[in-house]
């Protein structure tokens, strides 16, 4: 008999046709998402999960599948994962890097023009009939992009695609990391590396590229947009949580800061109301790798690591070895 699979969100027919010629398929085909009793359920004869950010896979979800050998997250994050328990219990959890870190850093860089030139602003005010002088020198006025300093928080592969990026406009970009880049690393990117401080009091644009975890929940917070300067503007393309949301929203209103653009926010798809209101921040519906291409290149990545871990070999991408 195949082995059964739950494939918790809507795939690409390619990944299902795939996946059917060596497992039992159920698939959530309505895409809804599935409340925590309605995933064990489905899940509770499975050996593998195929799933997304919106499903939480915790103790309560392996004591109601004691059959789940692979988790299978379509995303580069995980914290959506007690990995820790997935390791415990011996069950194998794959995430899908790599395939999406260019399409990603191409919606960070538009965030940022979107913010820098009040692109969304502009657009609204246009539709809404208060473009009334035509040209007018004074009128919305953003701010440049080309030979701006770009302080980036978290030079992975993603970070590093938006510092390729930023040259083309000839920004000045520093980053802070955990792990400072190689000098050789440094010289090839065109970056400098700078205290976490020195980023938020000297960038022009501070943009936060790091994964969601307990150490980085709210890594930047009041404290840190205070060190910002009052023209700076943030831009989120992460993860909701890494940003503490209402002291943003706090900030925006009181135009401390003077713009920022969010691809993801702390309780997603909600979010604070105060941020509907302002015209100084960007908001786009957790995008980042939302082209045809790459989404299926994520699942098709998926796939293969569940075939792999369900048939014996070994997944190329194990977050618990």
Excluded at 54 to 63: N, S
Excluded at 167 to 195: H, I, K, P, W
Excluded at 259 to 277: I, Q, S
Aim: hydrophobic share 45%; charged share 20%.
């Amino acid at each position: 008999m195949k082995k059964r699979v739950l494939i918790s969100r809507q795939v690409f027919p390619e990944v299902l046709q795939s996946l059917a010629q060596q497992f039992d398929i159920d698939h959530n085909d309505a895409d809804d998402i599935l409340t925590p009793e309605a995933l064990r359920v489905r899940a509770r004869d499975c050996a593998g999960l195929v799933c997304c950010l919106t499903e939480k896979i915790d103790a309560a979800f392996f004591d109601a599948c004691p059959q789940i050998r692979a988790v299978c997250n379509i995303a580069v994050g995980y914290n959506n994962i007690d990995v820790a328990e997935a390791s415990r219990r011996g069950v194998m959890v794959t995430n899908t890097p790599g395939v999406l870190d260019d399409t990603t850093a191409d919606l960070a860089f538009a965030l940022l023009m979107a913010a820098a030139r009040r692109v969304t602003e502009g657009e609204r005010r246009l539709r809404n009939g208060e473009w009334t002088k035509g040209f007018a020198l004074q009128q919305w006025l953003g701010t440049d992009v080309h030979h701006a300093r770009l302080g980036i928080i978290g030079m992975g592969r993603i970070g590093q695609a938006i510092a390729r990026r930023a040259r083309g406009f000839d920004m000045n970009v520093c980053y802070y990391n955990r792990t400072r880049l190689s000098a050789e690393e440094e010289t090839r990117g065109n970056v400098q590396y700078v205290s976490k401080q020195e980023l938020l009091a000297q960038s022009d644009f501070v943009l936060v590229m790091v994964p969601y975890s307990q150490a980085t929940h709210h890594l930047i917070g009041a404290a840190e947009i205070a060190q910002m300067k009052p023209t700076a503007i943030l831009i989120n393309p992460a993860r909701g949580g890494v940003v503490d949301d209402a002291a943003l929203l706090a900030a925006l209103t009181e135009r401390r800061i003077a713009g920022a653009a969010l691809d993801v926010f702390e309780n997603e798809p909600a979010l604070l109301p105060g941020l509907l209101a302002l015209d100084n921040v960007v908001l786009t519906p957790h995008i980042g790798s939302a082209t045809r291409a790459t989404r299926l290149n994520m699942a098709t990545l998926a796939a293969t690591n569940l075939i792999a871990a369900l048939t014996g070999g070994t997944p190329p991408n194990l977050v618990n070895p």
